[in-house]
């Protein structure tokens, strides 16, 4: 080991053993806190980042894929419910044209692929059936795309073509939804869906589309198309209805003032109607045709209309009355004419939906207390509560005004426990702010005390060493010292060193014999007093930062 290192160790080992056990337990954990903290770091930077393969995938899709990634030794991980496969992020793109060269996500190739896969030989139904199953599976994909929504299925009910036209059916259509974690379609979307799947069959409606979710809510119902069911329609009748009125109240009694009920009632028949009119033309019939005939009969008819007259008999055989009678009472004559004149024909045809407004009833209660309601007249508010929420009294409807005393005694507890809850949250907030604000100025002042005392006992030993080169900056310069070297052959002969060093000025005095480190020692003595007699202000500060390093801290 080179001996730049091995001082370095050395110097390191003796700072270390000249640890407290505080310094040394806090050391410990420092560095088992480093060592985790690395340890922790590596496997976060080593870890792959994964990407998503495929999304919105069916169970059988998924378990082949899986199967594959298996297959090549790719690891991956499901999400979603198992809709979602994700593998690192270099394996992305390679295992996704492995899977498209396998055929998978198999369940994504319908639709119009379907029909390259008939053959020339299919029969009529196979290929109508086919069809069928391909525009279904177009429809799926399309729904799918949309916001929210996660797998789709559409499946269609079309009927035979018939030369009865009064036999006639509109197809039908029924769409299942299965949505994300946590979404949910709107009304817009699912009148899209509807919208989307009826313009795609020839013949079919937007009322025969039928959507229901995996919860098995009917969003659009076959009949009464994507507005839902009755109960639904006056609900939101009602809510609309209420803020209406609510707002206008509000704005003009002042908020909590008056309080609305709306109850309304919906049809929940659906029917087709059908009239016709007639009207005739600007300016008068305009005759399309016209006949007309003339029968005439008697004396007057011809040459032999003098005839004798009579009842004919058995094989039309004339039985004479016995009388003769004169032709001109027995004349007959018929004038008939038939004339086709020109009107005009409507006829109209409605399709009655469910959720018509059979009748609503609303309730307005208003405060007594309150200095703008009474002030304010009664039958203004009636009169503007009827226009604000259309009431016919023709069609039942009917709206009931009344002040009286509200009841605020819950409201006021209700006060008084938020303002309570809201003190405890803000005097929690303050402790725990006061926790917080004690736990990390405690830390602080731990954390500067252990750096104070190690940056102490680090300016110590750092100080002794200065103070030494301090005390060897003097070492150029020249002292007299008494001092000389006996016999040079002991110190060859290895024995200890001695020197002579006449401490008595008298010629007779006896020689004092001094080791190696006595001399060193001499000389650093005479070094501090020969610095204390240049500078002495210089060496009293020096002789007090040595007396203050050895204090004991």
Do not use: C
Not at 306 to 331: E, H, Y
């Amino acid at each position: 080991m080179p001996v730049a290192v091995k001082n370095v160790w050395a110097r390191l080992s003796a700072y270390v053993q000249g640890f407290t056990a505080a310094q040394r337990t806090i050391a410990i954990l420092v560095i088992a806190a480093l060592v985790l903290g690395g340890i922790a770091l590596a496997s976060w930077l080593g870890k792959a980042s994964y990407a998503p393969l495929f999304t919105g995938l069916a169970a059988a899709d998924a378990s082949s894929v899986t199967d594959q990634l298996t297959t090549d030794g790719v690891p991956y991980q499901l999400t979603d419910g198992g809709a979602t496969i994700l593998v690192p992020q270099g394996s992305v793109y390679s295992e996704r044209l492995k899977a498209a060269a396998n055929g998978l996500p198999s369940s994504n190739e319908g639709g119009y692929s379907l029909l390259d896969q008939m053959g020339v030989t299919s029969s009529e139904f196979q290929q109508n059936v086919t069809y069928k199953r391909a525009i279904e599976g177009e429809l799926a994909k399309t729904i799918s795309a949309m916001d929210g929504v996660q797998t789709a299925s559409v499946q269609l009910a079309i009927p035979e073509k018939t030369v009865f036209v009064s036999e006639e059916k509109d197809p039908t259509a029924s769409v299942f939804i299965a949505t994300k974690n946590g979404a949910q379609l709107t009304a817009d979307q699912v009148q899209a869906i509807v919208h989307l799947t009826s313009a795609a069959v020839e013949g079919m409606q937007p009322t025969d589309v039928s959507v229901v979710d995996s919860k098995g809510q009917t969003l659009s119902a076959v009949g009464t198309g994507a507005a839902g069911s009755g109960t639904d329609q006056a609900a939101d009748y009602d809510q609309a209805t209420s803020k209406k009125i609510q707002d206008l109240l509000d704005t003009t009694l002042g908020a909590g003032n008056a309080t609305v009920v709306v109850s309304a009632t919906m049809n929940q028949n659906t029917g087709t109607k059908t009239s016709e009119s007639y009207a005739s033309p600007t300016g008068g019939p305009v005759a399309l045709n016209e006949s007309s005939t003339s029968e005439q009969y008697g004396a007057g008819s011809g040459a032999g209309g003098a005839g004798a007259t009579g009842v004919l008999g058995p094989d039309n055989i004339a039985v004479p009355n016995g009388s003769a009678t004169s032709g001109a009472g027995n004349d007959y004559k018929n004038e008939s004419a038939t004339k086709n004149n020109a009107v005009d024909h409507t006829t109209e045809t409605t399709q009655i939906p469910a959720g018509a407004l059979e009748n609503q009833s609303v309730s307005v209660a208003l405060n007594a207390k309150a200095a703008s309601v009474q002030n304010a007249n009664l039958q203004s508010i009636n009169d503007l509560v009827s226009r604000a929420a259309g009431i016919d009294t023709t069609r039942g409807d009917k709206i009931a005004v009344a002040m009286m005393n509200f009841d605020t005694t819950a409201a006021a507890q209700a006060a008084a426990a938020l303002k309570a809850q809201q003190q405890a949250d803000q005097q929690a907030s303050l402790w725990a702010t006061i926790r917080t604000a004690g736990i990390v100025i405690g830390s602080l002042l731990a954390l500067i005390a252990i750096m104070w005392v190690i940056a102490r006992r680090a300016r110590r030993q750092e100080r002794e060493a200065v103070d030494l080169g301090e005390l060897d900056a003097f070492s150029g310069e020249t002292f007299q010292l008494p001092l000389t070297v006996d016999e040079p052959e002991a110190l060859r002969a290895g024995d200890t060193p001695t020197v002579a060093l006449p401490t008595l000025p008298v010629e007779d005095a006896p020689t004092e014999v001094l080791t190696t480190e006595e001399i060193s020692a001499e000389r650093r003595r005479q070094d501090i007093q020969a610095l204390a007699e240049r500078d002495p202000k210089r060496t009293a500060d020096l002789l007090r930062g040595l007396l203050d390093d050895r204090a004991p801290v």
